[in-house]
């Protein structure tokens, strides 16, 4: 159903993708601890009028897996979708990204604006909100606890233990039922068993400033983001699955602020995993933005 093919970018990266469809580049950037294949549901519906692309960002499934945590912080993980986008020749284009890819997706459409016609986020917040909230607000600081325990070196022992059955538990066990649950639990035990892969998505946590501080210089250093720098002025659809038990919706309040042209629908029943809990739904509201 989908071909796929991988980028040789020029800062080294090699990326792997899936694609379908032809005509305006549609670009999907999944999150932790996924890969192109959270985003099936969405090939399958935008091929029919873009070329709809996602990727597996450095790290994950079968693309680049550098060892440093600093290869992967931001500035990097923003250049190479601005190089992928090059390589795929699709400028301007329209981004859909989830989780950790939200939030290179926030950083992307600031820096670079001229690369998009419209932006979509799934349950990511704003660097400038999340910050705010991990600085001011217990219940996020509570709910980001988590994110102590994948920057720490023990995570890659204790998310893989019995065969990664707390990442499954954590994520696929969330979603899937029925028929299809099997191979959905085996697409992600494969791509979560790639070599590196695993510490790869981890690093995302270890080089990101964006987490709980641990003192109050750490609390200053989140309160001095530039806004003017993260500001965006991409038009902007933000769909947040407000049972989400990891991102609270406090992290929406202020975003008007930040964002040029905003438009952003709530999904009262959805959790952080709304695109696969409600895909045909998810699908609709993105047609009706575009």
């Known amino acids: 159903m989908f071909n796929h093919a991988y980028a040789e970018l020029p800062d080294g990266m090699r990326l792997h993708y899936a694609e379908a469809g032809s005509g305006p580049l549609m670009l999907f950037v999944h999150g932790f601890p996924e890969f192109w294949y959270e985003w099936k549901d ?105 994110m102590n325990l994948f920057r720490a070196d023990k995570a890659e022992r204790v998310l893989s233990e019995d065969g990664f059955r707390r990442l499954v538990a954590m994520t696929v ?66 769909i947040w699955g407000e049972r989400d038990q990891a991102l609270l919706p406090g992290n929406l309040d202020g975003l008007e602020q930040h964002v040029a042209a905003l438009t952003v629908h709530r999904v009262p029943d959805g959790s952080h995993w709304v695109v696969h809990e409600r895909p045909e739904y998810v699908n609709r509201i993105i047609r009706q933005f575009l």
């Open 42 to 146: 969405q090939l399958a519906e935008f091929s029919s009028d873009h070329r709809a692309v996602a990727l597996d960002m450095r790290g994950y499934n079968l693309s680049s897996k550098p060892q440093r945590v600093e290869d992967y912080r931001a500035k990097h993980l923003v250049e190479d979708l601005r190089l992928l986008i090059d390589h795929l020749g699709g400028r301007p284009c329209v981004m859909v990204a989830h989780d950790w890819g939200g939030a290179v997706a926030w950083s992307f459409a600031a820096a670079h604006p001229e690369y998009l016609r419209k932006l979509v986020i799934i349950n990511a917040p704003h660097p400038m909100l999340f910050a705010r909230e991990l600085v001011r607000n217990p219940a996020q600081q509570k709910a980001s606890a988590y």
């Open 173 to 238: 066990d969330q979603w899937a039922s029925g028929d299809g649950a099997d191979q959905e639990r085996a697409a992600y035990l494969a791509a979560w068993s790639q070599p590196g892969a695993l510490t790869g998505g981890l690093n995302y946590y270890r080089a990101s400033p964006l987490h709980p501080p641990e003192d109050e210089v750490a609390a200053q250093k989140l309160s001095r983001l530039d806004a003017q720098r993260l500001r965006v002025e991409v038009p902007t659809l933000v």
